[in-house]
């Protein structure tokens, strides 16, 4: 029987050795590249929706008409790709803002995206009124509010009701019929 050498079972450990650290390296490297990381982690506070400017408001008898235009970037500057919606806050005199509504974002997939958006609050309560819009992503994460816009809301004067001098200016105006 032939004995192997020792020089050479040493060399032969070595060389396995040798391999197995290589093919570790590898298989570590090949897994680092594929985990997924694309860009630097953003904080949650970075990446919510913001809207810059005040929605527009109108009162229209007891309806109150919001316009506001498209959060188009998050906190950090970056254009925003998942807005999903908003979320109408009113306030009443000292009253905290309240959600009264939400209003859904459904053109995520056009590739020409609705530039504002429209809210009618039918039931505002009378006095001075506050709103505010918040957007949120897809995610549920909600920005920070828009400025306020104030509006007062007064009560619907019923085109019947009025007072005694205008009735007698429109009397007096109006041609009699038995005149002629």
Same mark, same amino acid.
């Given at each position: 029987?032939?004995?192997?050498?020792?020089?050479?079972?040493?060399?032969?450990?070595?060389?396995?050795?040798?391999?197995?650290?290589?093919?570790?390296? %590898?298989?570590?490297?090949?897994?680092?590249?594929?985990?997924?990381?694309?860009?630097?982690?953003?904080?949650?506070?970075?990446?919510?929706?913001?809207?810059?400017?005040?929605?527009?408001?109108?009162?229209?008898?007891?309806?109150?008409?919001?316009?506001?235009?498209?959060?188009?970037?998050?906190?950090?500057?970056?254009?925003?790709?998942?807005?999903?919606?908003?979320?109408?806050?009113?306030?009443?005199?000292?009253?905290?803002?309240?959600?009264?509504?939400?209003?859904?974002?459904?053109?995520?997939?056009?590739?020409?995206?609705? %530039?504002?958006?429209?809210?009618?609050?039918?039931?505002?309560?009378?006095?001075?009124?506050?709103?505010?819009?918040?957007?949120?992503?897809?995610?549920?994460?909600?920005?920070?509010?828009?400025?306020?816009?104030?509006?007062?809301?007064?009560?619907?004067?019923?085109?019947?009701?009025?007072?005694?001098?205008?009735?007698?200016?429109?009397?007096?105006?109006?041609?009699?019929?038995?005149?002629?």
């Amino acid at each position: 029987m032939i004995k192997p050498r020792a020089d050479s079972l040493k060399s032969t450990g070595r060389l396995a050795a040798r391999r197995g650290l290589v093919l570790a390296v %590898a298989v570590g490297l090949l897994g680092a590249a594929a985990c997924g990381f694309k860009t630097d982690p953003r904080p949650p506070e970075y990446t919510a929706p913001v809207i810059n400017n005040a929605p527009e408001a109108e009162v229209d008898g007891t309806t109150v008409e919001l316009v506001w235009k498209r959060a188009e970037t998050s906190a950090d500057g970056r254009e925003l790709y998942d807005l999903a919606g908003f979320i109408v806050e009113r306030s009443s005199g000292s009253a905290p803002y309240g959600r009264i509504d939400t209003v859904a974002v459904t053109d995520q997939e056009k590739l020409r995206r609705q %530039a504002r958006f429209r809210y009618d609050d039918e039931q505002p309560p009378l006095g001075m009124v506050s709103y505010r819009v918040r957007a949120f992503t897809a995610d549920g994460q909600e920005g920070p509010p828009s400025p306020a816009v104030a509006v007062e809301v007064v009560p619907a004067v019923d085109p019947g009701e009025s007072d005694g001098e205008d009735t007698e200016e429109t009397a007096t105006e109006s041609p009699s019929e038995d005149a002629d």
